[in-house]
């Protein structure tokens, strides 16, 4: 017997209370892909339909959620207003986005900023040059902290019991056929970064595809979020890896230099850094 769309029961729904239900249907509006329909909705938060329709009836409401074609839903322009709001606002874009400008003149790959969320990295800017194929960096979007280059990056600059906790809290499930998923392995990249100062993902997040990141620390040596690059791997070889990391490391120590870390302090990313290894 074919299952209706919703995996879980009324019972196992009022477990939760409204607040979070309603939160997990903002996150699901505003995943990549939209608009978005109901039944999506309720497949990706495990939410009844009635529960679905009833939050978005009021999300669109207060301009939080906006009816689309066909039955679909897309943020309204007011939650819009106040992402714009909020990142305009912050300190730690204003001092990434001239820096991840110069990352990518210089490096001709997307550059990107993420931050930490629980056992997630979340990308919140993005400076793209201009070509035919694009990059699943997104802002908004989300990766494994141990599957993806800025994860890497800002897990090898976290304290050993805070890395513990991250890689115990889910099961580390493979995204391609060369993503780490043992604890002991993840640490092996986690070393390497530490070691260099930038981490590597190695086709872990997408088949076909490199990434260079490095973590971003605040004045109390804290992990504020992660700097990166990525490209095809037929654009970003071992060769290219070994120039770009110092690049993108400078980048990260620049930003983190600007919000009075305790780091050395080379400046927007330069030529000189090629040769830099400190």
Known sequence: MVKAVNTRSVDQELVKGPVDKA????????????????GEIARRTGLTKPTVHRHLRTMAEYGFAEAAENGSYRPGPRLLGLAAAALNDSRVLELTRPVLA???????????YA???????????????????RMSTAPGQRSPLYACGVGLAMLSALPADEVDAVLDARDLEARTPGTPTEPAAVRAVLARAALCGYAVDDEYDEPD????????????GGVVGAIGILGLTFTMDS?????????????????????????????????????ERS
């Not at 939160?23 to 109901?38: I, K, N, S």
């Not at 110069?102 to 990107?112: E, I, N, P, Q, S």
């Open 23 to 38: 939160m997990e249907v903002l996150d699901a509006l505003v995943q990549p892909g939209g608009p978005h329909r109901l």
């Open 102 to 112: 110069d990352l990518r003149r210089r490096t001709g790959h997307v550059a990107f």
């Open 115 to 133: 931050v930490r969320h629980a056992t997630d990295a979340v990308y919140l800017e993005r400076s793209e040059p201009a070509r035919e194929y």
């Open 209 to 220: 595809v490199r990434s260079v990141a490095a973590p971003v620390l605040d004045a109390e």
């Open 239 to 275: 060769d290219s890896v070994e120039v770009f990391g110092p690049m993108v490391r400078a980048a990260a120590r620049t930003v983190s230099a600007g919000l009075g870390a305790r780091t050395p302090v080379l400046g927007v990313v330069d030529d000189a850094s090629r040769g």
